[in-house]
Structures are given as C-alpha cells and as structure tokens.
C-alpha cells in the first residue's frame, strides 16, 4: 500500500468549474472519508485519482510517483493499481462470489487461498464463495466488492458512496467491517460520502468538500471540536450559531456567558455551540430562560427545541435519559465546555 498525494488538482465540465486548487495528503494506510453535498465534486475527484477523468491542472502522486499532471507522463487507470468499489451494481451478476472476487487475479492464483483470505478479511462466511450476488444481502455484497477491490493486492482502495443504497440498520454494520477489513489489510483508502456519521465514526483523517474546494482536512474529533468556520461546524454535526461578543476568553451571547476555546478572538464573533454542550434545569435567579417548543425522542437520547425568553434564538439540546422536559414547561440553561468562536470584521463606525 502507499500514499496518494494530491496537488492543486483542479476540473472543469463544459466551462463549469467543479474541482479548485485541491491539495490532499493521504497517507499510508490511512482512511480518508471525502465528505461533502451532492454535486460538489467528490466523485470526480476519485476519478482523476483512479485515472478516469483528466485533471485540467494539478499533479496526483502515488506513493510519490507522479501518475498525471503537467511534465509527467500520464499512467492509465489499469496500471495504477487502485482498487474500486462504487456505489452499487458492483458486482457481475451471472458469477459466483468465488469468480467476483477472483476477477481481476492472473489464472493461476485464482484457486489458491486468496479468496479464502479475502473472504476471511471482509467477515463472510467461507461458505458464500459458491452463491450468487443476488442470494446476498445488500451489505454481503458490499463486502464481496471490497473484497474483490483488495484481491489484486492494489495499492490505494476508492470507494464512492458504497454504502448509500443500504438501508440504515446493515449500514452502520457493513460500515465497520469495511474499516476493519481496510485497516486489517493496511490499506490506504478514500471514501467518498455525503453522510457525516459515516465520515466521523469510520475515517481516520475527513476532507470536508465544499462546491469543489476543500474547507477543511482534519481528523474527526478536530474538526468536531475546531471547525474551520461556521458553515463546517454546521454540516459535520448540529449546532447554534450565535452572534456574541468576546473579551478575555469569554463570550457573552443568547445563552449567557460561555468559555470560548480559541485564545486569539476578541471582539464581535459568531459563537457556536453545540446540542449536548447545553444543560437544562428548573428555572434558577441568573441563568438564562428558554421554554420547551418541542421534544423529539430517538431512545438512546433525547432532541429539546428550545426558544431562549423573551425573543429567541431558537436551539436545540441534545440530552440522555428518559427524563424529558414537557413541551411548554420553562427551563434554565448552562452552556459546559468550550464553544468555538470565528471573529466578525469590526463594525463600520456611523
Ligand atoms: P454525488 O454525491 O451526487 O455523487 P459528487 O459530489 O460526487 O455528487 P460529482 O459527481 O463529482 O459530485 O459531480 C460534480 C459536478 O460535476 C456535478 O454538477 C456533475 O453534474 C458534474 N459532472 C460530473 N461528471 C461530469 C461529466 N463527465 N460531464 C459533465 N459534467 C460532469
């Protein structure tokens, strides 16, 4: 396995700009999750790493070889040695797992142990190799397209959305297993996802893609915890974002007086918070004062839309137990923990 090195990679359809100034380090047997809204340009980027689609500008490195960019000869997809694995519709449906996986094997390792290995790393029973895709689940078949990606022993393993046609209770399992079977086989990988769960609970290091730029390249809880601005902080995860002024390491906003973590913000700043920093209880002299608009209940926690007395702003707390507030009681709320603050420009003076 090996690194991919993107450099300033940029694309463009018809005069329509979709990839910009992309730099991308992903190294040796890490996971990468791509994360970012439909269209913005994540499957195009794996492309042009795959070598499907050429980049107008910008040099991609595997292992720090160039394989495409201005100066550099360009090598075809097929010696590359990157693995695979889209969407759906993977696999070959008139053959058996045994001949899906051993696909892209020379003839001769095709009976040997490799798919016993494969079958092995991807958690399937040895006794599926004589099935048909369609006598598998959604997810099964899923890990036979890993598989059959990881048989040739490639150097870098693509996978674009291969878990979006999964219904949400096999995702999350095939998900993990997925990872497992990657970091198992020392993979570098790319996983191209809209899905933020997916991106944080899987990936070692996500590239936040935002209309064909990179916002932010962090790992998970960096950029839980320190997102790059407020539109990252809103899309990895839910937040309130609210308008405040910060002195000396503190911010006075809606919900009071809130310990800001970065030291260098002073001034008016936007202050983000989020759902499970805010706490509630019984209505106490001093705190601030918001009546229950609605209550959502997923079982292992609790959603309460709260409206903040007299005249809002409206957010939500995220909290456990089955000890719910009723929608219209009034409660007092406390912010715990640091919240992120990003400075505003100076207002112009009158
Ligand atoms: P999704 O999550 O919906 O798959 P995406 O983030 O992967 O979206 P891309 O598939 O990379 O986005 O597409 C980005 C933009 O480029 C879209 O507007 C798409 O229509 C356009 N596009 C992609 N491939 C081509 C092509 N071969 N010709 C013209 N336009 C294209």
Redesign the pocket.
């Known amino acids: 396995m090996t690194s991919v090195t993107v450099q300033g990679v940029a694309k463009s359809?018809?005069g329509?700009q979709?990839l910009e100034g992309i730099d991308l380090e992903v190294p040796q047997g890490n996971l990468t999750a791509v994360l970012?809204?439909?269209?913005?340009?994540?499957?195009?980027?794996?492309?042009i790493i795959a070598g499907f689609?050429h980049p107008d500008a910008g040099v991609v490195r595997l292992g720090g070889l160039p394989v495409v960019g201005a100066g550099h000869r360009t090598l075809p997809p097929q010696r590359r040695r990157v693995g695979y694995v889209p969407q759906e519709g993977a696999l070959f449906p008139h053959l058996d797992v045994r001949a899906n996986i051993t696909f892209g094997l020379p003839r001769g390792l095709r009976r040997g142990p490799r798919l016993a290995d494969m079958l092995d790393l991807v958690e399937l029973p040895r006794g599926v190799a004589s099935r048909y895709p369609h006598e598998l689940s959604g997810g099964q078949q899923q890990r036979v397209a890993l598989a059959r990606a990881l048989a040739p022993d490639p150097a870098v393993v693509l996978l674009?959305?291969p878990f979006s046609s999964l219904d949400a209770s096999l995702r999350e399992g095939t998900g993990r297993a997925v990872a497992r079977a990657l970091h198992a086989a020392g993979a570098t990988a790319i996983l191209?996802t809209?899905d933020q769960g997916e991106a944080l609970s899987l990936a070692d290091q996500v590239a936040v893609?935002r209309a064909?730029r990179l916002a932010q390249v962090a790992a998970p809880p960096e950029l839980y915890r320190s997102p790059a601005d407020t539109e990252v902080a809103t899309f990895v995860g839910r937040a309130a974002v609210l308008p405040g002024h910060v002195t000396d390491g503190f911010a006075q906003c809606a919900l009071g007086e809130v310990v800001v973590g970065s030291s260098d913000v002073r001034g008016d700043a936007l202050v983000v918070v989020r759902p499970e920093q805010i706490t509630m209880s019984s209505p106490r002299d001093g705190l601030v004062e918001a009546r229950v608009a609605d209550v959502t209940f997923y079982g292992h926690d609790t959603a309460v839309h709260l409206e903040v007395l007299p005249s809002g702003p409206a957010v939500v707390a995220r909290i456990f137990g089955v000890q719910v507030p009723a929608r219209g009681a009034v409660v007092s709320l406390e912010v715990s923990g640091q919240v992120t603050a990003f400075g505003l420009p100076p207002r112009p003076l009158d």
């Open positions: 359809f018809g329509r979709v970012g809204p439909s269209g913005c340009g994540k499957t195009t980027l794996l492309r689609v674009d959305e191209v809209h893609m064909g």
